[in-house]
């Protein structure tokens, strides 16, 4: 590989010499639909073998590939740190995280990638989603973070089970996180979703590179579904879902061996060991909405000593006073405004930026599609910025607040020295809908810009 590279970042990702490390770096120098002519020339088997090889370089550009020793030269650095925003400066990266930040830096036999003054940020959080674990929605073959016992299941088997934890299911190879990951979301949480009852499971963040061992270790999380849209689940009854929640938490109590040993018990044995473990200082995310459950959740919280994170909290500006008090994040949808429940109808576009000014940690998630559009939350953080979210908390809230509430401060969602070099080039302004992700690396890896979507384009395209 040279030295340098000269021109725009995307010239400079296709430097691989290579027409391998040209697509394992999401370049365009040598396109696969050229090397598969190449081949058939080459090797007179004609579609077939051409068909062949296409398979096998897709194949190779899902996987990751070596950390790179890189200077970013002359962008427009947003740090997410106390240094705020850098015109002009350069980003040194060594082994996969940043070593240097500066003007005029040197790196001699180190790539350069030149920015051109375009903007650099740490890379996205895609909100809580399914990625990796939810391919087709409509397909129940692809659906594999929902615990769902079948109708007549023994007693059991219908038990309530939050020990369920999607992350042995995890995909890395999943084409929906290449569809994301092209628009620089480079870690989000995998989360399960609403099943047979008030307790979804366990998710936990994942890094978005196609890596086997995706998930960072200590970002577990425990969800539970409350309010209407859970009614179903714990007999259509809101009073129900606390009732069950609070009973669960009995069973699960260390040395309240006459309730576990009663006729009736809730939990399984394995069961009550997981939620012991959350009850005892562990992270529990609660999708609720309403203040009045977010009143609930808190003292909950408070009682257990858990540590509570609010999913959803279309109304958590009505409590900023007491999730600021308590220092529980919220992790919000910022496109939320008419209601779509009684639960919602407080919805507004200034959520973010009430919650900013009471001081309240929060990060961007979304909730209509969001696995398949885990990318939209780009949008949402435009659309708050739009409704008084000052535009530094808006991107602090795409990459450092989700790495803080999921206890990766130190490593994610910062462009400083020690961080992971977890970094996006983008064409404009990156809360902007019309600017585009024209580079990305995550721990100093180049990833490719091309996903499922574009190679499907390129196919059926009118030549």
């Not at 129900?240 to 809730?266: F, I, K, T, V």
């Not at 209509?368 to 535009?391: C, E, F």
Request: proline share 5%; charged share 20%; aromatic share 6%.
């Amino acid at each position: 590989m040279p030295g340098a590279c000269s021109g725009s970042a995307l010239r400079a990702s296709a430097c691989g010499g290579s027409a391998l490390g040209a697509c394992a770096h999401g370049g365009s120098a040598l396109r696969a639909d050229a090397l598969s002519r190449l081949f058939r020339r080459r090797s007179g088997h004609g579609r077939d073998a051409s068909a062949v090889l296409l398979a096998l370089l897709l194949g190779i550009c899902t996987l990751p590939v070596a950390a790179q020793d890189l200077l970013i030269r002359n962008a427009r650095v947003h740090t997410v740190d106390s240094a705020g925003t850098l015109d002009g400066t350069d980003v040194h990266v060594r082994a996969g995280r940043i070593v240097a930040v500066g003007k005029g830096l040197a790196a001699p036999g180190t790539q350069v990638v030149e920015a051109e003054g375009r903007a650099l940020t740490p890379a996205l959080f895609g909100g809580v989603t399914a990625l990796g674990v939810e391919e087709v929605s409509l397909e129940p073959s692809t659906v594999d973070n929902v615990y769902t016992p079948a109708v007549g299941a023994s007693p059991q088997t219908a038990l309530p089970r939050p020990e369920f934890d999607v992350r042995p299911a995890f995909n890395p190879a999943s084409m929906v996180i290449g569809v994301n990951r092209v628009e620089g979301i480079g870690f989000a949480l995998v989360a399960p979703g609403a099943g047979g009852s008030i307790f979804a499971g366990i998710g936990a963040v994942a890094r978005l590179d196609g890596r086997s061992e995706a998930f960072v270790d200590k970002s577990e999380i425990l969800i539970i579904d409350l309010g209407s849209d859970a009614a179903a689940m714990s007999g259509s009854s809101r009073a129900a879902q606390y009732m069950l929640l609070e009973q669960s938490a009995r069973e699960a109590r260390p040395g309240n061996r006459a309730l576990r040993d009663s006729d009736y018990q809730l939990l399984t044995a394995a069961g009550r060991e997981v939620l012991a473990e959350y009850l005892g200082g562990g992270r529990i995310g609660f999708k609720v909405d309403r203040a009045a459950d977010i009143r609930q959740v808190l003292a909950f919280a408070r009682r257990t000593g858990s540590r509570a994170v609010i999913i959803g909290g279309s109304e958590a500006w009505k409590e900023a006073a007491a999730l600021k008090a308590s220092s529980t994040p919220v992790l919000l949808d910022a496109l939320t405004n008419l209601p779509g429940s009684f639960d919602q109808l407080g919805a507004t576009l200034e959520n973010a930026a009430r919650l900013h000014r009471a001081g309240v940690r929060f990060a961007f998630t979304q909730s209509g599609d969001a696995t398949h559009n885990a990318r939209k939350v780009r949008q949402g953080a435009g659309v708050a910025v739009a409704y008084g979210l000052p535009w530094e908390a808006a991107l602090a809230a795409l990459t450092h607040s989700p790495a803080e509430i999921f206890g990766l401060g130190g490593q994610l969602g910062r462009i400083a020295p020690g961080y992971q070099a977890d970094l996006v080039l983008w064409s404009g302004d990156p809360l902007e809908v019309t600017s585009v992700a024209t580079a990305m690396w995550i721990e100093g890896r180049p990833q490719s810009m091309r996903s499922r979507q574009a190679e499907l384009r390129d196919r059926y395209r009118p030549k």
